[in-house]
């Protein structure tokens, strides 16, 4: 009974560049390789990862966008578009399981589970899931932390990306043990790639005009509250006056766009910080760089953090929890004090000065998430997950 192929979905609202879309993805393509019947739900449209999709997965964009809750009467109407066409593609594909993405896909999977269309796993991948950064409101989260009290209760489970995201679900809902056990706790994980070689190096690094002799650090994420480039940007300057050696690449796009390229303007920062938008070979630049860095406010267990750590990287990023939990401190990168640029500098400054220090952590690194993050692992426990459903 267990050899019989499943019929298993991933649904997220977006394919923009962002680490759980990114995991949806990989996990499709995964089930899809062993021979599952994978699919993979888009509410909206292709984006810049439909193309790291693989052929064997089937996937469904449904061209559909909310209404605003300001319009009530709207956006109950269009609520009820998107579950009709949701459970279309779902009883049309027959199928079986449903694993939910990120905040808005996790509502989906509310309502579908609430219609008793196919039973759902929604997934937190944030241990501060109910901040919205400058943009905080009680409200907002009071509505957010009752769905999510539904969620837990009606779904047929809830995945947390690790033992501290599922620890702060259970906090911030204050429910008790029996509503805590129906979260199961799947660590994030990425595959080991392959290193580049020497001409390869070179090339992606030209690519990305990093000066001949300068270490290449490299950061990546959406330019958001959350992930706090502006903090990495001010640390940059200080390394600059410092006169320390670097070139400093920031891969992503975002609301943050235009203050952060003002701001690396005002510190003289143009011949040393880049922003050259998404990087669709994000993977690829990792095994380029010689750092990876972080000035994220909070996380869960960041996957990118994983990728770059896997292709040999040493970290240096604020210690908030997610991050803590892979980082050790003079072993495979640097923590610095959350909030503060210039231990962040500091952070940098100690790997950009020694480059056998910089080879050693990023060795060690590459180590640990082979060891602890593997990517089968997360889809040997997945699978285990959906089993359930049809036991």
């Known amino acids: 009974m267990n050899n019989k192929p499943l019929c298993v979905a991933q649904l997220v609202e977006t394919m ?3 680490g759980a879309e990114n995991l949806a993805v990989r996990i499709a393509n995964a089930l899809a390789a062993e021979g599952h019947q994978s699919h993979l739900i888009v509410v909206t449209e292709q984006d810049i990862l439909s193309d790291r999709v693989h052929p064997d997965v089937k996937v469904h964009y449904l061209g559909f966008w909310r209404s605003s809750i300001r319009n009530p009467f709207a956006f109950v109407a269009s609520l009820a578009r998107g579950l009709n066409l949701l459970t279309f593609v779902i009883k049309s594909e027959k199928i079986k399981v449903l694993q939910t993405h990120l905040p808005g896909a996790n509502f989906w999977g509310l309502l579908l589970e609430i219609k008793k269309v196919c039973p ?3 997934t937190i991948h944030n241990n501060q899931e109910f901040r919205y950064g400058s943009h905080d409101n009680p409200m907002l989260a009071f509505f957010r932390k009752t769905a999510y009290k539904q969620i837990l209760n009606r779904c047929h489970g809830t995945i947390a990306v690790s033992e501290k995201v599922k620890t702060s679900l259970v906090q911030d809902l204050s429910v008790g043990p029996k509503a805590a056990a129906r979260v199961s706790v799947v660590a994030n994980g990425v595959e080991i790639p392959a290193l580049l070689s ?13 000066p001949q002799g300068s ?5 990546a994420g959406r330019f958001s509250d959350q992930k706090n480039f502006e903090d990495l940007v001010e640390a940059a300057g200080l ?6 050696r670097f070139y400093l690449v920031i891969g992503g796009e975002g609301k943050h766009r235009v203050a952060l390229e003002s701001q ?19 993977n690829k630049v990792m095994l380029a760089a010689d750092v990876f860095t972080m000035s994220s406010l909070w996380e869960g267990l960041p996957l990118v953090l994983l990728e770059a750590m896997a292709a040999g990287l040493p970290g240096v990023a604020y210690g908030i929890p997610g991050i ?3 980082i050790v401190p003079g072993e495979n990168g640097m923590l610095a004090q959350v909030g503060q640029p210039e231990s962040l500098a500091d952070g940098l400054a100690v790997v950009l000065q020694d480059s056998s220090k910089r080879f050693k952590m990023g060795q060690a690194g590459r180590q640990f998430v082979m060891q602890s993050y593997n990517f089968q692992g997360v889809i040997e426990k997945l699978t285990e997950l959906y089993l359930d459903v049809r036991r």
Not at 198 to 210: A, G, P, Q, W, Y
Not at 239 to 244: D, F, K, M
């Open 324 to 326: 803590e939990e892979l």
């Open 264 to 282: 690396i303007q005002a510190l003289g920062l143009t011949d040393v910080v880049s922003l050259p938008g998404n990087l669709v070979n994000l």
């Open 239 to 244: 390394l600059h006056q410092r006169e320390e």
């Open 198 to 210: 020497s001409d390869e190096k070179t090339n992606i690094r030209t690519e990305l005009k990093v």
């Open 16 to 18: 923009t560049m962002g």
């Open 120 to 122: 759902v796993y929604a």
């Open 215 to 219: 270490p290449f650090i490299l950061a």
